[in-house]
T-cell receptor, first 113, second 111 residues
Framework: EADIYQTPRYLVIGTGKKITLECSQTMGHDKMYWYQQDPGMELHLIHYSYGVNSTEKGDLSSESTVSRIRTEHFPLTLESARPSHTSQYLC????????????FGPGTRLTVL | RKEVEQDPGPFNVPEGATVAFNCTYSNSASQSFFWYRQDCRKEPKLLMSVYSSGNEDGRFTAQLNRASQYISLLIRDSKLSDSATYLCVVNLNTGGFKTIFGAGTRLFVKA
């Protein structure tokens, strides 16, 4: 089992609120990722990081921001939540070496009213 | 054209059936290949890596055809618990690794 954790698992929040989704991994992986996935739809990469102090935007434009101050921690922040942000957010990590297999956290299901 | 393409299905098969999925990729810089399984409203989980020589894990067999740029997954003796979405995943090496997830193939195994 992968040691990657996300909190909260479920979040219902009103429009305009600032939220931070937490992601932590204890595997010492250098690379971390955030994906957005709507029910029954494909994964979309929104942010990734190669290591501490490295962050990049993914393929899907997102109004969220991320930070990577510590290897094990990769939080995602929405400054002002909107109903269009309602989705599942999945965090993943990988070693960046060899086959670079990604391991996923359980996800945060976000609903913005 | 998407870089990784899968038939979305759904594939509806009876228990005990053999079912096969294909996945095509367009970038010849693709270096490593995987099948992930995703249950409804859950996170994707690695099912198996796909090696050039082909590999088997119990009822699951994965194969890679570099010349035709496709990978396949064969499930023998399907179980109800195999019902899920199967994601084809390709890692590109174009200076830095990039991972491409397919949209997935849905499988329903019925009693």
């Amino acid at each position: 089992e992968a040691d990657i954790y996300q909190t909260p698992r479920y979040l219902v929040i009103g429009t305009g609120k600032k939220i931070t989704l937490e992601c932590s991994q204890t595997m010492g992986h250098d690379k971390m990722y955030w994906y957005q996935q709507d029910p029954g739809m494909e994964l979309h990469l929104i942010h990734y990081s190669y290591g501490v102090n490295s962050t990049e935007k993914g393929d899907l434009s997102s109004e969220s921001t991320v930070s990577r101050i510590r290897t094990e921690h990769f939080p995602l922040t929405l400054e002002s939540a909107r109903p269009s942000h309602t989705s599942q957010y999945l965090c993943a990590s990988s070693t960046g070496l060899g086959t670079d297999t990604q391991y996923f956290g359980p996800g945060t299901r976000l609903t913005v009213l | 054209r998407k870089e990784v393409e899968q038939d979305p299905g759904p594939f509806n098969v009876p228990e005990g059936a053999t079912v096969a999925f294909n996945c095509t990729y367009s970038n010849s810089a693709s270096q490593s290949f995987f099948w992930y399984r995703q249950d409804c409203r859950k996170e994707p989980k690695l099912l198996m890596s796909v090696y050039s020589s082909g590999n088997e894990d119990g009822r699951f067999t994965a194969q890679l055809n570099r010349a035709s740029q496709y990978i396949s997954l064969l499930i023998r003796d399907s179980k109800l618990s195999d019902s899920a979405t199967y994601l084809c995943v390709v890692n590109l090496n174009t200076g830095g690794f990039k991972t491409i997830f397919g949209a997935g193939t849905r499988l329903f195994v019925k009693a």
